[in-house]
Structures are given as structure tokens and as C-alpha cells.
């Protein structure tokens, strides 16, 4: 990394060119303590889980929670039985779902496989959901402590926001892959050492790697890293303009071959996320085009921090919560970089990352306080179907915001930090010529320095304090009846044909009924699902498309009442049937039992009671 993005580099080449071996030991010290303060932090997020993990999900995002418990279990079956990972057909049967097309966290679920299998996709899931978390905080803490500041509590403090940011915190309800971010810091120390003469080789491949692993973990955050670090770039060499074009034959070099051994890696997966069985092009209607973030958000304390309120959240939360930094932090940043951008190169790209990237999330319409107003956004001249761009959703480009942001703080404390070192003793010679200075001056003025830096420690502490994390709420769910953990089913289903639970799993409905795939190990395929998948024009929607049977089961759940049932509704079901390749249907307690029971009894007819749940065998009928 280029010295001059540091404020303080040339003290710090000084400093630890040969540094005494207590002073190594220090800062492992130091190391330990903020990842153990990192653990620490992760633990308490995921708190109201651990009180009973095998029955509880996300209060607010159930049905992501219940995805991600499949997907571990999905990452543990692949490697059970050794099939392509890039492809299920245990959901959504018999059409299957494309994984690399969704949101699949192969580069975690298929290293954790072993444990997911000892463990249970339950506990998997909130152990790695902390962890994410703390590996974020850590790394971050270790490219900032390494590659910008000097001081260790600077980078404790950037890298607790960076890793428990509440843009961060927001997507741990249910979307781990939005936490699981440890190998971007990185990767972005990466691109900002490519320059380096003599080490293009290493310092491409070790790119290269990185951002091909990214690839498997979620590849929307690898895209907003990729564009943070053109801008950064870019930045650079408008201010360093002999610098960039000095490294610009290696930094170019190593960039190649970084990106060459990245697609090398990746190509069958990214070919087959995009021409593969049940891939897509693009989301029917751009769904998430219009997703913009709100001005007042940024000025708002988030839902689960200890400022927060969830009544905030009906007015402005109509999307995501990516910024809500809450307002003493926007004045202690922007007070940041008012007085650091004359001296610091680094906090100059701060600034402009800021700048772009928070009028960049605001979307195609401005909002304010929930309001759309009458001025048009960005997002309002660019074509929906632009490649890439189709499937973006604005505001979480806030989210390059949240790590300037992250870095800022790191670099406003050091310079504070930075502001007490001892100076560098002057040459004796200039020393005996300074005769007329008093030791009374000196010490006011260092008197007015520790005034003044303990203000800024106060103001960035106290615009951090708000911030601090609460457990994620958590709500019960009921386990899967007995009939299927027991594996009461396995009579009933042989190989090639599967389990269809009442009502269909959905994006909407049958939230307890995917569990039941994940709980027992994919060991039954089922239809329908929580995934995106092609449309009859090859558009991305969610779940499976309707069949006649699905849509009557979940209009009957909507309304609790059983329509009056045609031969032709039943002519459908059998159809249905036949398509899903069903052997058995099965329905257990929940809060529209009855009224399912007697419209699939009008469907098939009377149903068998085994064990705790309602049954239809129809092999004979399909």
C-alpha cells in the first residue's frame, strides 16, 4: 500500500523498521484482545438464538433464516454424496434449482459440510452467522492496523464498526451472506498493493484467489467491492498523478494476471449460473430497481442498535436499513473529513466515496422520511435492462458508504492518537538556538493538544456507543412433526419420487414445511421452495410457478375458508401430482390445519392419520 495514504506513514516507517521485542509482543496482545472484543460482540448479536437454536429463526426475516438453514444442509448433502453442488433437484422438484443463480454460500456451506453434519444446519447456522460477523471486525482490524494506522485502538474502533456496522447488523436478520464480508478488506489491501515493483506476480495471484473464493460467498458484495476500489483507484491517480503512472506497468501486470487466474477458477460456475438447468436473465419487472435509500436514513438510529426504535422503521424502512448511522455519527464524520481532507490523501477518497456512492444509492426517485419527492434520482436515467444493472438494487450501494465510513474513523482516531506522540527530538544545534521559547508555552500548548484530543476521542466514542448492537430478535417455530424427523415417510417414499408437504413451500407460504427438508438432511425431494428461478420468458421470479393446486391451497390458507371444489379442481390436483411425481401428502399441525385438511380431503379424499400428521398416499393415482 502507497505510504502516502497515511498521514502518519513516515513516523510509522521509523517506528517499526527494527521494533525492540517488547514492543512485538504488544501488539499481539493487542491483537488478541479486539478479536476476543470482536467474539464477544458476535455472541451477543446471535444471543437470542442460542436460548433454544433448534426452534428459532429471525423475527424478521423467517423465511431467509429457514433458506440459509437449507442451504447448509445443501452444502452437507453435496458432499455426503458427492454431487454437483452447482444444482439441486431436492427443492422445487422435478425442474430443480440452479445455485450458483441464487444466493448459495457454496464457500462456506461446503467447507463447513463436516460439521453442518455433525451439528445440524440449527446450530450451524447461528455459530457461523457470530462468526461472520467477528472474522469481518477481525480482518478489517487487520489490514487497518497493518496498512493505514498506527495505532491499535484506531483500528480496533474501524474495524468494530466495519464488522458490526448497522447496515451489517441489519442483514445478519436472516441473510448471512451480507455479513460474511472477511475477505473483502483483503481484497481491497490487495488491489491498493498491486503497484508494488518486484511483486506483481504474488500480489496478482494472491488477487486472483481471493476474488475467485469471493465468487462462492456472495458475489453482489464482491461487485460493490470492485467498484469502491475503481473509484479509489481512480482517485488516487487524479492526486497522485507520477505515482499511478509509475506502478501503472505493474499494478496493470499484476491486475491481468489476477483476473485471468479468477476466471480461470470461476468460469464453469459463472457459465453455468448464467446457461445452466433453471437459470435467468434478469428479474421480471426490475423488482429491485426502484429499492432506493432514504435521506433521512442516514440521519436515523437503526432498528437493532440500543438507540434504535422499531416504530422508525414503518415510516423510512420500506426497504433496507444499509446506512442509518444515526446522527452524531454523520456529524463526527463529516467534521472528520472537513479537517483531515487538506492533509490526508486517504480521507480525500474517503470523501469521494462518500459522495458518489451515497448519491449513487439514492435510487431512481429522491425519498425523504419515507416521502417520494418530486426530484428525480440517479437511478432515474439509467436503463432498467442494462446488463448487471437489472439486478442491483440502489440503496445498498450505501453500503460502500458504511466501509468509508469505517475507515474514516480508524483514520480520524490515529491522527488524534497521532496528535500525542512524542515529537521527534529535534538536532542539538537547532535546540541551542531555541532559547527564547518557555517552558510555559510549550506546556499550554501541550495542555490544549490533550484537550482537544480527548474531545475527539469523546465525540467518536459517543457517536459509536448508539451503534452498539442488540441480539437480533428471534421468534419460535414449531419442529417438524414426528412423522418426518422420525423418518416415518421412508415407506412411503422410493427413490425418484417425493414428499409433497401441505401447504407447498413458497416465497410466501410453507415456511415450517422447507424445514423439513433441511432438518432431515435432503434425505426427500419436495416441490416449490425459496429460491429464484426462470418464468416461461426466462425471467427471474421467486419460487416455482404457480400450479392450480398450489394456488388454491394458499388462497384457501389466505382467506381460511374451503371454496366449493370442481371435478375439474380435482382433475387438477391429480395433474399436479403427476408433475411434482408425488408418492405421498403430508400435513402436519399449524395454524390452517383444519382448513387444509378438508380441502385436500375434497381433492383426494380422506386422508389417513399416521402418527402426527394427515396423509394421502397417491402412488396409485399417479
Known amino acids: 500500500m502507497d505510504p502516502s495514504l497515511n498521514p502518519s506513514s513516515v513516523e510509522a516507517d521509523a517506528v517499526v523498521a527494527d521494533p525492540p ?40 426475516l423467517p423465511t431467509d433464516h429457514s433458506w440459509f438453514e437449507w442451504l447448509f444442509a445443501h452444502g452437507a448433502y453435496s458432499v455426503q454424496h458427492l454431487e454437483n453442488p452447482l444444482f439441486t433437484t431436492r ?9 450458483m443463480a441464487n444466493t448459495s454460500l457454496l464457500g462456506v456451506t461446503l467447507p ?62 436472516g441473510q448471512p451472506n451480507f455479513v460474511s464480508n472477511f475477505l473483502l478488506p483483503l ?16 500480489n496478482g495471484l494472491a488477487l486472483g484467489l481471493l476474488v475467485a473464493y469471493q465468487v462462492f460467498i456472495n458475489e453482489e458484495m464482491l461487485l460493490l467491492t470492485a467498484l469502491a476500489c475503481l473509484v479509489v ?13 509509475e506502478r ?85 464524520a463529516l467534521g472528520a473529513l472537513v479537517l483531515l481532507v487538506r492533509r490526508s490523501v486517504a480521507a480525500r477518497i474517503l470523501a469521494v466515496l462518500v459522495v458518489v456512492f451515497t448519491i449513487a444509492s439514492i435510487g431512481p426517485v429522491v425519498r425523504f422520511n419515507g416521502a417520494e419527492t418530486d426530484i428525480d434520482g440517479p437511478w432515474a436515467y439509467i436503463p432498467d435492462d442494462l446488463p448487471l444493472v437489472e439486478m442491483m438494487m440502489p440503496t445498498r450501494l450505501s453500503l460502500i458508504v458504511v466501509a468509508a465510513v469505517g475507515v474514516l474513523l480508524a483514520l480520524a482516531w490515529d491522527t488524534l492518537a497521532g496528535a500525542g506522540r512524542p515529537p521527534v527530538p529535534a538536532p542539538r544545534a537547532a535546540a541551542d538556538d531555541s532559547t527564547d521559547d518557555d517552558g510555559d508555552g510549550t506546556a499550554a500548548r501541550d495542555t490544549r493538544r490533550r484537550v482537544l484530543r480527548l474531545a475527539g476521542y469523546a465525540a467518536i466514542v459517543a457517536a459509536l456507543v448508539p451503534l452498539i448492537p442488540r441480539p437480533l430478535p428471534a421468534q419460535d417455530i414449531d419442529p417438524p412433526p414426528r412423522f418426518i424427523t422420525a423418518g416415518g415417510w421412508r415407506p412411503y417414499v422410493p427413490e425418484g419420487r417425493t414428499l409433497v408437504p401441505v401447504p407447498i413451500p413458497s416465497n410466501v407460504h410453507g415456511l415450517h414445511t422447507l424445514r423439513w427438508s433441511a432438518l432431515t438432511g435432503h434425505e426427500f425431494p419436495i416441490p416449490g421452495g425459496y429460491f429464484i428461478g426462470p418464468n416461461e420468458r426466462g425471467e427471474g421470479v421467486f419460487g416455482a410457478p404457480n400450479r392450480p393446486t398450489s394456488t388454491l391451497i394458499y388462497s384457501t390458507m389466505d382467506k381460511n375458508v374451503v371454496p366449493e371444489i370442481t371435478e375439474e379442481n380435482r382433475r387438477q390436483a391429480v395433474d399436479d401430482l403427476r408433475f411434482w411425481r408425488a408418492s405421498v401428502v403430508v400435513l402436519g399441525s ?17 386422508p389417513q392419520r399416521v402418527d402426527d400428521v394427515w396423509l394421502w398416499d397417491v402412488r396409485d393415482r399417479v
Not at 484482545?33 to 444471543?47: E, K, M, P, S, T
Not at 427443492?91 to 445455485?99: E, T
Not at 481491497?188 to 511483486?199: D, F, H, Q, T
Open 91 to 99: 427443492q422445487n422438484a422435478p425442474d430443480g434449482v440452479n445455485m
Open 590 to 606: 399449524g395454524p390452517r390445519e383444519a382448513v387444509l385438511r378438508d380441502l385436500m380431503a375434497e381433492l383426494l379424499g380422506p
Open 187 to 202: 481484497i481491497v489491501a490487495r488491489v491498493l498493493r498491486l503497484g508494488e515493483p518486484g511483486r506483481w506476480r504474488r
Open 233 to 245: 483507484v481512480v482517485a488516487y491517480a487524479v492526486q497522485r498523478p507520477r505515482a499511478a503512472r
Open 21 to 60: 521485542r517488547r514492543a512485538r509482543r504488544r501488539p499481539a496482545r493487542a491483537d488478541l484482545l479486539a478479536i476476543g472484543a470482536y467474539v464477544l460482540l458476535g455472541v451477543l448479536v446471535c444471543l437470542n438464538y442460542w436460548g433454544d437454536v433448534e426452534h428459532r429463526v429471525s423475527s424478521h
Open 112 to 173: 463447513l459440510a463436516p460439521l453442518t453434519l455433525l451439528l445440524g444446519p440449527q446450530v450451524m447456522y447461528a455459530l457461523y452467522l457470530g462468526a461472520a460477523l467477528s472474522a469481518t471486525a477481525a480482518t478489517s482490524y487487520w489490514v487497518l492496523s497493518r496498512h493505514l494506522v498506527r495505532s491499535r485502538a484506531a483500528a480496533f474502533a474501524g474495524g468494530a464498526f466495519l464488522g458490526f456496522a448497522p447496515g451489517i447488523v441489519h442483514h445478519a436478520n
Open 248 to 332: 501503472a506497468g505493474s499494478f496493470l501486470a499484476a491486475l491481468g494476471l489476477g483476473g485471468g487466474l479468477a476466471l480461470l477458477l470461476t468460469a464453469y460456475p459463472i457459465w453455468f449460473q448464467f446457461n445452466g438447468p433453471q437459470s435467468y436473465r434478469g428479474l421480471q419487472g426490475g423488482v429491485f430497481h426502484n429499492w432506493g435509500e432514504d435521506l433521512v436514513a442516514f440521519v436515523t438510529f437503526a432498528r437493532d442498535t440500543i438507540a434504535g426504535d422499531e416504530a422508525v422503521e414503518k415510516t423510512i424502512g420500506l426497504t433496507e436499513q444499509n446506512t442509518w448511522f444515526g446522527w452524531p455519527l454523520v456529524l463526527v
